[in-house]
């Protein structure tokens, strides 16, 4: 009668959920499935997105150094780029034009989450171009 319970709790203990936590069934633990990785898109990562598809079309002129044009412009939910407006002007109209040509050139971003903003979005978007002269004749040996 002991070995017929002691076989019938051996039993239970193998189809227990423990007996799968330490291994015992077949000498090794179930595979579990993996848990799922969520990346939650941030308004950060949305505007990430947004400079590298609107810079993308942005050809600065040649002979511009040092300048900076703010654009404020919408975004509305099917990522259309609506009423572009310069709010500060670099000083340089080519420099200017170049910027709003961008954002007529891209016309369209990818759109914004739902979640992110309701039917369209301000964005105050900055061009800036820093670039240094380096004289020839000082690396010439």
Known sequence: MKKVIAGILFLLFMNSTSAYAKGFFFGRKP???????VK???IDDYMKDMEREIKANWAPPQ????NK???NFQILRDGTIKN???SETS???EFDRAAMLALANTNKVTPPPRNLVGDSMDIYFTF??????????RYDR
């Open 69 to 71: 044009t703010v654009v």
């Open 31 to 37: 595979k579990r499935a993996p848990i799922p990785v």
């Open 84 to 86: 572009p407006l310069i």
């Open 128 to 137: 800036e171009r820093f670039s240094y002269l380096v004289h020839k004749d």
């Open 91 to 93: 000083g340089d109209k």
């Open 63 to 66: 002979n511009s150094f040092k």
């Open 40 to 42: 939650i898109y941030t």
